[in-house]
């Protein structure tokens, strides 16, 4: 989330003060019938897709998906640039006449990073989805109904080996884990079943954080509620003792799956500080799952504006790419343009200096930073698309370092804009030169294009991301890593993609290496097949599906006041 270094108000207060439209006014002004959306309170509501299909135009609006370049504790503000660039898009629109309309779409906020270190995601300053602090926290009750869904499986498995495994399920071999959404690592592996015979089978088991479920992912890829329930039940959640796959049909649970998440799959209508529509509706981390909001969020978004911008987690890339090779292969939601934040704190940490020097104009140290960005330009040109940066303005940055990033571009031919969204708005003047350099890339009609074809055999994908998107000299595979690889191909499972598991930090898997590292080996310790979701997640390095606290976690400044509002959640 962006900011100056000197704020007058908190993202928190800046939304609180804000005046909101009640949710019938902004659903009235999407064209939708009152029968397509459900309110959540004052100020949120559920959208029903297929009853707003029934009315709405058929147009299929352009997208614009956001991306930055490797993330820093300083912050890049992807979120931030992604309401504000909407909001600028729809500022631009009424002054032109035209009668277009931008529409948002957004993840939601998991619980373990709101209370954890990195906070929230609803943007920052004067360009944030609203009821922020509702957003942040429980919202519409979606993640809880993933993470009941995702643990009722669990208990429908372990319940069947107690009631005689007609299955054969091999208890050793059960893949598929609990989840709770929050960062919790005294539950990355826990013993279960313990007690005597009454209590259950004892076995070795462990916790995943709910974004990092395969439930989150097929949520997030299902077209439609039946899409839900067909990849619920091809969901793979163990092996038999003769090393059979067990899916979730053959247990018989898909459809009491599908009936906890049916009211969830609804995407969930909001607005952003300007008034800008956002629809915020599933979130997966791009560094251990596919990072993107749901498709059917984004493809209902499609229908009820001319242009949607959408966020891809983390650097390109982790989130673009996974945003090109797997959601867009899911559904019609190829990106017309791309937008790759980036801010002059952020790569003058690539280049070498320390987050508490980082308002000490550093020339030398930004311009070895740019190599970080240019990775991830390259990287993008590799889809087929041609960026436009976004300098993330903040405070404390010099006009001689945004000018050096300006004219490092404009030398290379990349169209770039510096955009001051966390402070002006995009419903101010913030974020105009942004917007009319989007609307440029949108008018060439390219769109982007998968990095490699599905006919490509999973490691030979797994190393084509390696050198050609991390800059890897080599990939060692381990020896688990090499037996699932032979698993896999057995069972027929080598044209799905790959969801590579990575730090965000680096381009390699070590993150202390900042930059634009190359030539180093990529370490391969595990393949994980989601079946259900339609790719094979890579866990690379130290990359844990489960994360910890920081030892000072944002829970602890958090708090709630006399009159029941919320304390320090950003």
Known sequence: MSQPDHQPLSDLEIARAAALQPIAELAEGLGLPDSAWEPYGRYKAKVDPREAS?????????????????????????????????????????????????????????????????????????????????????????????????????????????????????????????????????????????????????RQDGFDITVASEIMAVFCLAEDLADLKER????????????????????????????????????????????????????????????????????????????????????????????????????DIAPDAVVLVATVRALKMHGGVAKTELSTPDLDALRKGMANLERHVENLRRFGMEPVVAVNKFGADSAEELQEIVSWCEQRGISVAVADVWGQGGGGSGGDELAGKVLEALATGTQGQPLYPLELGVREKIELIAQHIYGAGAVDFSATAERKLAEISANGLDDLPVCMAKTQYSFSDDATLLGAPSGFTLHVRDLVPKTGAGFIVVLTGAVMTMPGLPKQPAALGMDVDAEGFAVGVS
């Open 54 to 202: 029934r009315t709405v135009s058929d147009r299929r609006g352009k997208v614009v998906l956001v991306s930055a370049i490797s993330p820093t504790p300083a912050g890049e503000g992807k979120s931030t640039t992604t309401v504000g660039l909407a909001d600028s898009l729809n500022r631009r629109f009424n002054q032109d006449g035209s009668g277009q309309r931008t529409m948002v779409a957004l993840r939601e906020p998991s619980l373990g990073p709101t209370l954890g270190m990195k906070g929230g995601a609803a943007g920052g300053g004067l360009s944030q989805v609203l009821p922020m602090e509702e957003i942040n926290l429980h919202f519409t009750g979606d993640f809880h109904a993933i993470t009941s869904a995702n643990n009722a499986l669990c208990a429908l498995i372990d319940n069947h080996i107690y009631q005689g495994n007609e299955l054969n399920i091999d208890p050793r071999r059960i893949s598929f884990k609990r989840v709770l959404d929050m960062n919790d690592r005294a539950l990355r592996d826990v013993v279960i079943g313990l007690g005597g015979p009454t209590q259950g089978v004892p």
């Open 232 to 331: 619920l039940s091809r969901i793979t959640v163990a092996q038999t003792y003769q090393k059979e796959p067990v899916t979730v049909a053959q247990l018989g649970a898909e459809g009491a799956l599908a009936l906890l998440l049916k009211d969830a799959l609804k995407p969930n209508l909001v607005q952003t500080l300007a008034g800008t529509a956002a629809l915020v509706h599933g979130g997966p981390f791009a560094n251990i799952a596919h990072g993107c909001n749901s498709v059917i969020a984004t493809s209902l978004a499609r229908r009820l504006s001319d242009v949607v911008v959408t966020e891809a987690g983390f650097g390109a890339d982790l989130g673009a790419e996974k945003y090109l090779d797997i959601a867009s292969r899911a559904a």
